[in-house]
């Protein structure tokens, strides 16, 4: 245990030197405008944090970035720009620090210390071992932050105009809370799962997962579908910023998905069967067949 209370103390001045580092790098860029203030900014934490990952020799020391400096961000953006704090603007961060809190306690529940690495890094690793260095760069580090940012474009936008309250910001709001608690009652079901099944090789098919095979994945594209649904609300038209989250979606859909369910296949064949009956990401009717009860992480 006190091994991994240093770990997560080293973790939290981890981030904390990171945004310092990242509004110092921000402050010294007047001349920009502040979408491309706040990508380089974005960007140098990027690299100060796979600089640390080299040191502690673990590209998880990424891990906590993908939830921590969203909000942060944001937050920046609030107090820059000196906007009043409107209902919209406090649904809008409200909605995201949800998200942020629970997917970085979920994080921070079952990080144990630096000699944990993602699965996912340690594959990259032994497929390219001289080039891991710059795979972990660009591959596990700088693209989710550049998939994240565009994200917030929208969402800078939206704090920008200030935006009256209508049906689309509500209906936005309540997608991202509602994809936050679908988040965490899945990741909830899924470790009471594991705890009754401990050392066995089984497949979920109960709570969220008995209708979709990745009801986490689904919150955490929703959220961003959510984000964009409110920014939509600020302008009422469509334009380039729906391609945020239609990025992501594709991040999810022919990244981590297919990559998740290659990794199950190879331990339990059985799940070929439980993708058969129940639907990849959106939640649908269970098609009911004679198998047994299975999982999925």
Request: glycine share 4%.
């Amino acid at each position: 245990m006190k091994k991994r209370n240093k770990s997560l103390y080293t973790m939290l001045l981890i981030y904390i030197s990171v945004m310092i580092i990242g509004v110092i790098i921000f402050m010294m860029l007047p001349q920009l405008t502040l979408v491309y203030r706040l990508l380089v900014a974005d960007i140098c934490m990027t690299l100060v944090t796979w600089t640390l990952s080299l040191i502690f020799k673990n590209a998880s020391v990424y891990d906590p970035f993908w939830s921590v400096i969203p909000p942060a961000i944001i937050l920046g953006v609030i107090v820059f720009l000196n906007k009043p704090m409107i209902l919209s603007i406090v649904l809008l961060f409200s909605g995201l620090l949800v998200w942020s809190i629970r997917l970085t306690y979920n994080w921070a529940s079952r990080w144990t210390d630096f000699g944990e690495v993602d699965w996912r890094y340690q594959k990259m690793q032994e497929k390219a071992p001289k080039l891991y260095f710059l795979t972990n760069l660009f591959g596990i580090q700088m693209f989710p932050t550049l998939i994240v940012f565009i994200q917030l474009i929208a969402a800078t936008h939206f704090i920008s105009a200030s935006p009256a309250m209508n049906m689309f910001i509500w209906i936005g709001f309540m997608m991202m809370i509602g994809a936050a608690f679908i988040q965490f009652f899945a990741d909830q079901q899924m470790k009471e799962f594991k705890e009754r099944n401990h050392g066995q090789k089984k497949c979920i098919e109960e709570g969220l997962w008995k209708y979709s095979r990745h009801p986490n994945y689904f919150g955490e594209i929703t959220i961003w579908w959510g984000l964009y649904i409110m920014y939509f609300g600020s302008t009422m038209k469509v334009d380039i910023y729906l391609f945020a989250p239609i990025l992501m979606t594709a991040l999810f859909l022919f990244i981590s998905i297919p990559w998740m369910e290659k990794k199950i296949l190879e331990t339990r064949p059985e799940y070929k069967e439980y993708q058969k009956r129940v639907s990849m990401l959106i939640p649908f009717f269970h098609k009911e067949e004679q198998t047994l009860p299975q999982e999925n992480s």
